[in-house]
């Protein structure tokens, strides 16, 4: 192989180990495994990470991202993701992740259920990787509610 051709090859490695490094966040969120998903933040209190939910004000520094999960995953019974829109851009030690999140998620049940009601949400949301020794390690989650249009709002466009 000529050395183009291995660029090609390690740009197409790297965007393959992103995307398994995007792919086990949202997995181990839907088990609710809090140690593994600390292990896919940039380690050390030193190194700012930062996260921002649906909804909620910027969250900085992994301690208070991290506790950040801990609440979510401590107050969601069910949670799954089926990503859509994929997208990784990389740029040396630095990948970004775009994607749809299409949540389905549950409370706490109810007295005398299983389970609690499921909820659908979009959110589109950003991922930013960056390269270390261990592998792509997460340094940013940026999470944007996509509003949806109700019928009376399109029915309100449309020409009469």
């Known amino acids: 192989?000529?050395?183009?051709?291995?660029?090609?090859?390690d740009a197409a490695a790297d965007i393959e180990a992103v995307e398994l490094a995007n792919?086990?966040?949202y997995e181990a969120m839907e088990r609710g495994d809090l140690d593994e998903l600390t292990?896919?933040?940039?380690?050390?209190?030193?190194?700012?990470?930062?996260?921002?939910?649906?909804?909620?004000?910027?969250?900085?520094g992994r301690g208070e991202v991290l506790r950040s999960y801990a609440l979510i995953m401590a107050n969601t019974e069910y949670i799954q993701f089926f990503l859509t829109d994929v997208g990784v851009s990389m740029t040396g030690d630095t990948a970004l992740v775009t994607c749809t999140e299409n949540i389905l998620s549950g409370g706490p049940a109810e007295e005398g259920s299983s389970?609690?009601?499921?909820?659908?949400?979009?959110?589109?949301?950003?991922?930013?990787?960056?390269?270390?020794?261990?592998?792509?390690?997460?340094?940013?989650?940026?999470?944007?509610?996509?509003?949806?249009?109700?019928?009376?709002?399109e029915d309100e466009e449309s020409p009469s």
Request: include cysteine.
């Open 39 to 60: 292990g896919l933040w940039l380690p050390g209190e030193d190194l700012t990470v930062s996260c921002v939910h649906p909804g909620w004000p910027v969250l900085t």
């Open 115 to 153: 389970l609690g009601p499921l909820v659908g949400q979009l959110v589109v949301a950003t991922n930013v990787f960056r390269r270390t020794p261990d592998g792509w390690k997460l340094w940013s989650h940026h999470g944007s509610p996509v509003l949806a249009e109700t019928d009376e709002e």
């Open 1 to 9: 192989m000529n050395e183009s051709q291995d660029e090609h090859a």
């Open 23 to 25: 792919t086990a966040f």
